[in-house]
């Protein structure tokens, strides 16, 4: 069948709105996320271009925001696409020059890299310079220091205040320069915030304070920068997997190393036992076993021969292959999955735009009661200035969203390589969130639950006197069809090296069969339809007929002038996944129901041998829909699994549409919800179960950034909490959830 899936449909929630991208970096999370694509103006142009530009300080949602703000007040600039991956920034404008684009990002404290257009937008080859470790260490000792001796009474207040300042100055500038940036552009992020909470600890002279507050949010960041490093690494880590280089064959005969990103389609090129491969491309020469892991999921090696295809990533095992190259590097199957993994981090889970939401209401509310504490409880009920002004700071800290918003993010994108590791490519958040709510999965039958191509089953001879001459008789007549059950009788006679006799006056009857004379003698070869039209057909034989189709077979016959001299049934066989997948769908809560063309006995047959719920048949794509909505009017959360286009209205309904043997099908790749990179079942319930465990952690880490943030500001407002202790909360929470996030990449 095509593998052809469906146009893109009704899980447009994103598209051209809102899309956050993963953290990373650090936590410096905005109050408000950019989307990735800003529209400016409602239409570029007709001298407008793309500039792209690389920007090693753009790699979270604050910075983001910041460039929007500023380019989007910049005359000319009409478009933003913004890729955090990568650190790429693409803007459509008409400006004669990119000099007032790069000078507006420096004013942010960023530098603007203008890439060359085509360039390759991956992470440079060279590794970032590694910052110095001395200027944390003295802000450590200089924080520990001044609270020591500000516990002790060992030194007077202002050489405690000039250690606590060295200590700040050391530790903290990074943060100030921050902070202040963002607070020019009104944007209340969590370095404005601990600015804000240091200053005003200094002002009111709790110096030991400030320096341990900012000594202690510096290692937090550089803790949590790790930790997220992680995430994103599991995802840029996809791009390694392909060689820079491949030995490619020249026109004398003679073989070259050269650029993967150079080499052209239909060159042939050779890999090596132990090697990569390069390029996607058809074995024209050799034979070996090729771990595909890293593309389908699968944990065998897979054989591979003349005419098999390769996938740029995978790793040859055992003998040397040539192949010829069937599309170029920034197309092969892996760059498509790099590139739909890319998308999806930026398409926002439902729980990550609540967060999101949340968050740019909260800072704002918390900021001003803050503000509140600070001042209210002096000017009208008599308090003390330095306590609750003091208090108001601990909040400040406490108020700082990270945790929260931070959470969801490093959640959804561990989940996304936890799938693109088990060769389950998901197309955004939302559908690996919204994977857990299904209980009810529609399956297509051919080349889904079965492989789709039919083949001999069962040969019953009718005539005593031509047992072996039969199967030779109707071989010769089904080679010179092209119908798939008579291909499957020819192909049964292939593997017996039969000897097929000469046909003559070959006819094909359009719906019932093919005649021909073989040595004179006229033959039919048809099903069950034609057995009756040529009158030749009996109760005994009608009963033959009937068990076989009960069993779900499609039954033809040979028969001659005098009568049928045997029948062949012919079936699609069951995948040997198939049974154990669906089996394990029930074991999770969720129903089945078997969606076919095919006559409703074999759809009942197939659906008995492998345990499905419910099947119907003699179905018409539009059949397939009706199935769907009605599954979805009684209130079930409804999966679709198809491999082809007939499918596609019932894929396009379904909450989720699965594509089965994605790998290599550029459309099943780039429009549905879910490609299964081979055509095992299984993952299926593999993504339920991964779908199951992020929505839970995604609830466990709102529920500890909530609960643990709604204890401090209780304990901060009743007096008895410090601000160092507030950010130690803050960053132990932050962590608590980052690290709770990324056992989804465990497994």
């Not at 006995?601 to 769907?628: E, F, R, W």
Request: aromatic share 4%.
């Amino acid at each position: 069948m095509s593998d052809s899936i469906h146009t893109p449909h009704k899980h447009e929630h994103d598209s051209g709105h809102s899309h956050d991208h993963a953290p990373h970096a650090h936590s410096c999370c905005s109050s408000a996320s950019a989307p990735s694509v800003v529209k400016l103006s409602a239409a570029p142009t007709a001298g407008s271009r793309l500039s792209t530009f690389r920007i090693e300080a753009m790699d979270c949602p604050t910075e983001q925001s910041l460039i929007q703000n500023k380019l989007g007040k910049l005359a000319g600039v009409q478009q933003l696409e913004f890729n955090l991956i990568n650190r790429v920034l693409g803007v459509t404008h008409d400006l004669p020059s990119t000099d007032p684009i790069v000078a507006a990002i420096k004013s942010l404290g960023m530098q603007a890299e203008p890439l060359e257009q085509g360039a390759d937008a991956s992470p440079p080859a060279a590794p970032a310079p590694k910052k110095h470790w001395w200027p944390l260490a003295v802000a450590g000792v200089g924080a520990l220091a001044a609270e020591v001796l500000h516990f002790t009474d060992a030194a007077p207040t202002w050489v405690i205040a000039l250690v606590a300042l060295a200590s700040i100055l050391s530790g903290g500038l990074t943060t100030y320069k921050k902070g202040w940036i963002a607070l020019k552009n009104l944007n209340l992020n969590i370095n404005a915030l601990m600015s804000i909470a240091v200053t005003g600890a200094i002002l009111i002279g709790q110096w030991p304070e400030a320096a341990m507050v900012m000594f202690l949010f510096t290692v937090a960041e550089l803790i949590e920068a790790k930790s997220l490093d992680r995430a994103r690494n599991a995802i840029s880590g996809l791009m390694q997997m392909a060689p820079d280089k491949a030995t490619v064959q020249q026109a004398d005969g003679s073989w070259v190393e050269r650029e993967v990103k150079d080499i052209e389609l239909g060159v042939v090129v050779r890999v090596r036992p132990g090697e990569r491969i390069g390029l996607d491309g058809e074995v024209v020469s050799g034979n070996s076993t090729i771990d595909q892991a890293p593309i389908t999921g699968e944990s065998l090696p897979i054989e591979k021969t003349v005419g098999d295809k390769v996938f740029a990533g995978t790793i040859n095992q055992a003998g040397s292959l040539e192949y010829r190259v069937t599309a170029a590097a920034n197309h092969s199957t892996l760059a498509r999955i790099i590139h739909a993994v890319e998308q999806a981090q930026g398409a926002r889970a439902p729980t990550q735009r609540f967060v999101d939401s949340f968050a740019k209401i909260y800072t704002p509310v918390v900021f001003l009661f803050a503000l509140a504490v600070a001042v209210i409880p002096p000017l009208l009920m008599g308090g003390v200035w330095f306590d609750w002004v003091y208090r108001a700071l601990v909040l400040l800290v406490v108020a700082c969203p990270c945790a929260l918003v931070i959470s969801t993010p490093v959640t959804i994108v561990s989940g996304l390589a936890a799938a693109a590791r088990k060769g389950i490519l998901v197309k955004g958040g939302v559908y690996l969130e919204s994977g857990h709510k299904l209980d009810y999965l529609a399956l297509d039958k051919t080349g889904t639950i079965t492989h789709g191509k039919p083949v001999q089953t069962d040969y019953l001879p009718l005539d005593p006197l031509v047992t072996e001459s039969a199967v030779l008789l109707a071989a010769s007549l089904a080679t010179r069809s092209d119908h798939p059950v008579s291909l499957a009788v020819a192909n049964a006679a292939v593997d017996k090296n039969l000897v097929l006799r000469a046909v003559d006056n070959f006819t094909a009857l359009s719906g019932r069969g093919v005649r021909g004379e073989i040595d004179g003698e006229l033959y039919h070869l048809g099903n069950h339809r034609l057995v009756e039209e040529l009158g030749l057909c009996s109760p005994a034989l009608e009963q033959k007929l009937d068990a076989l189709e009960q069993q779900g077979k499609t039954v033809i016959l040979l028969c001659d002038r005098s009568g049928p001299l045997a029948l062949f049934a012919v079936a699609d066989t069951v995948k040997e996944t198939s049974r154990e997948a669906i089996r394990e769908l029930h074991e999770l809560g969720i129903k089945t129901l078997m969606l076919t063309g095919d006559n409703p006995h074999t759809a009942s047959a197939i659906a008995a041998h492998v345990g499905i719920d419910q099947s119907q048949g003699n179905l018409l794509p539009d059949d397939k829909l009706k199935a769907i909505e009605v599954l979805s009017a009684q209130g079930h959360h409804v999966g679709m699994v198809g491999d082809g286009i007939n499918d596609a209205p019932a894929l396009a309904r379904a909450e989720i549409g699965f594509a089965m043997a994605a790998a290599g099908t550029d459309t099943a790749i780039e429009t549905a919800d879910v490609a299964l990179m081979d055509d095992d079942l299984r993952k299926i319930p593999a993504f339920i179960r991964l779908s199951r465990q992020t929505s839970s952690i995604l609830k466990q880490n709102i529920a500890l950034a909530l609960v643990i943030k709604g204890i401090f500001l209780a304990v901060t407002f009743l007096g008895l909490a410090t601000m160092w202790m507030a950010v130690f909360a803050d960053m132990g929470v932050s962590l608590l959830v980052v690290f709770n996030g990324l056992r989804l990449l465990r497994k």
